[in-house]
């Protein structure tokens, strides 16, 4: 990221740096995590010499993907995940297509998760073709995904977003975190959702 992490003190403000998530990263760094980013003509890789080469990290945040991933990229994030990478999967809403390629994010995740060559639906999870805006509190209560040190999380804000469905069996591991307000606790109408493959996640 531009200024370079080593810039970023206890006090530094958390839109030093701009762009999607730039405050997380920010909030990363101070909890002495490194961050890095990638270009937008960068090439998703695994097991090669690249020297942002997926097996680099234990984290990958893809934030609202604009641009189909190419089939070499499917396989180096699915294999990722398998051999205990991290990945961290965030839609837009359907019809959200910025660049008028014809695919939105909610569009290239499913390509991902049905048309990768390895697996048929690895994370047991798809993306909805919906757009919604609302603050939910229907929160899973004890989840590790919204218990621990730094907290508890009560309430997730959607501004435009879409929602997942899960399939158990597909990936039996898969589930559900927050649903939309009044939704029951079950496989349709996530907002939040996590699954393991391999040994990641």
């Known amino acids: 990221p531009t200024p370079a992490q080593s810039t970023v003190t206890s006090s530094t403000a958390e839109d030093y740096w701009t762009g999607a998530?730039?405050?997380?990263?920010?909030?990363?760094?101070?909890?002495?995590?490194?961050?890095?980013?990638?270009?937008?003509?960068?090439?998703?890789?695994y097991g090669t010499a690249n020297?942002?080469?997926?097996?680099?990290?234990?984290?990958?945040?893809?934030?609202?993907?604009?641009?189909?991933?190419?089939?070499?990229?499917?396989?180096?994030l699915i294999n990722f995940v398998q051999n205990g990478g991290g990945l961290f999967m965030i839609s837009d809403?359907?019809?959200?297509?910025?660049?008028?390629d014809g695919y939105d994010s909610p569009m290239i995740w499913n390509d991902l998760f049905t048309n990768n060559g390895i697996v048929t639906n690895p994370f047991g999870m798809s993306v909805d073709l919906?757009?919604?805006?609302?603050?939910?509190?229907?929160?899973?209560?004890?989840?590790?995904?919204t218990s621990g040190t730094a907290g508890t999380v009560t309430a997730m804000k959607w501004s435009n977003g879409?929602?997942?469905?899960?399939?158990?069996?597909?990936?039996?591991?898969?589930?559900?975190?927050?649903?939309?307000?009044?939704?029951?606790?079950?496989?349709?109408?996530?907002?939040?959702?996590?699954?393991?493959y391999g040994t990641g996640r």
């Open 93 to 100: 809403h359907t019809g959200s297509d910025r660049n008028n």
């Open 21 to 45: 998530l730039s405050s997380w990263g920010i909030a990363l760094v101070k909890l002495g995590h490194s961050v890095e980013t990638l270009t937008g003509s960068a090439t998703l890789t």
């Open 130 to 145: 919906t757009n919604i805006s609302q603050t939910s509190t229907n929160v899973a209560v004890g989840d590790y995904l």
């Open 162 to 196: 879409a929602t997942t469905t899960l399939n158990t069996i597909a990936n039996s591991t898969v589930t559900g975190v927050v649903w939309t307000t009044g939704t029951s606790h079950g496989t349709t109408g996530l907002m939040v959702s996590r699954a393991k």
């Open 51 to 76: 020297a942002q080469d997926l097996k680099n990290y234990d984290v990958f945040v893809v934030d609202e993907p604009n641009t189909l991933f190419t089939s070499a990229e499917k396989t180096a």
